[in-house]
């Protein structure tokens, strides 16, 4: 990978050896998937569950915080996901001391990095959402499909090591959605009928998840009317990406990179035309 001369000094451990670590991890993942480079990130988004962390993985953040403030504190605004651990009602939920102590550690970890302890998953209505073009480094699914389609920002699926070393360099690998190739429709879905409950564009976004079927599929839908608001979008997306890995989508007259037809390429896709009645029928078998 092509680094330049702060990258460099990042990965020869001229600014600390945590962030020498967390170059290093960046590179491997960006070799992995091809990247040419590294992209600036202005905002990271960490999924950090304890109990996926275990304790090895709590003790490594801990190894990281040790160090002085200049070496460990993230470069970027870098918040948090929802947590595993609800201190009030532990033993309520059947969470163990163990579970709650691990939970505890890694905050006081986190803090230490400098990491805002938002703990939310929309954070894109909360917090700070993103901007038309922007290179962020985001972990939520849900987080993601919405920032990358609804706000025309640019983020992959960011693991958590992932995204505390986006934090930690203010870089992630250039590859997926950060480039203009992997944003162009892959699939091609057209909408006799546009929801009105929550429920309805959940499931119409399930549907289209489940047809579309891989991360690097990107759909893009005609027929929707009228000026759907933000909730209906954050669940038609989160849906999505739960049944299909889906990152991104685009909706024709709606979406920023969709206002108009001639801004993607899709006249070659297959039409797969989509009716309530199928809509109706994904959401009986859920329920």
């Known amino acids: 990978m092509k680094l330049n001369a702060e990258e460099k ?13 967390a170059i290093e991890h960046q590179i491997k993942v960006g070799e992995f998937f091809g990247a040419e480079d590294l992209v600036p990130v202005s905002q990271a988004h960490i999924m950090a569950d304890t109990e996926s962390l275990g304790e090895a993985g709590v003790a490594w953040l801990e190894m990281l915080a040790k160090h002085p403030s200049k070496e460990r ?21 059947g969470q163990t001391e163990t579970m709650v102590s691990l939970e ?8 230490k ?33 919405y920032s990358n389609s609804i706000c025309g920002a640019r983020s992959n699926f960011e693991g ?28 091609r879905f057209r909408v006799s009928w546009t929801p009105r409950s929550l429920n309805e ?32 979008l954050k669940h038609f997306g989160a849906a999505m990406a739960s049944f299909g890995s889906s990152a991104l989508f685009h909706i024709l007259g709606i ?33």
């Not at 000094?9 to 670590?21: H, Q, S, T």
């Not at 505890?104 to 803090?111: G, K, L, T």
Request: with cysteine.
């Open 9 to 21: 000094a990042m990965l020869a451990g001229e600014l600390g050896p945590v962030r020498k670590i």
């Open 73 to 93: 504190v993230v470069r970027i605004p870098t918040i948090t996901d929802p947590r595993g651990t609800d201190f009030n009602k532990a033993k309520q939920l």
């Open 104 to 111: 505890r550690r890694a905050i006081a970890a986190f803090v």
């Open 113 to 145: 990095m400098g990491i805002s302890m938002t703990d939310t998953c929309i954070n894109y209505q909360t917090i700070m959402a993103p901007v038309f073009g922007e290179h962020v480094a985001f972990g939520d699914t849900g987080v993601v499909i």
């Open 160 to 187: 958590g090591p992932s995204a505390l070393s986006a934090g930690l360099t203010g870089r992630t690998p250039r590859y997926g959605y950060h480039l203009d190739t992997h944003r162009q429709p892959t699939h």
């Open 201 to 232: 564009w959940g499931t119409l976004g399930g549907l289209i998840g489940r047809k579309s079927g891989n991360y690097w599929s990107v759909p893009v839908i005609e027929g929707i009317e009228g000026h759907p608001g933000s909730d209906s």
């Open 255 to 287: 979406t920023p990179e969709a206002i108009h037809a001639r801004d993607l390429k899709f006249d070659h896709l297959p039409v797969i035309d989509i009716t309530q009645a199928d809509v109706m029928a994904l959401q009986n078998l859920i329920v």
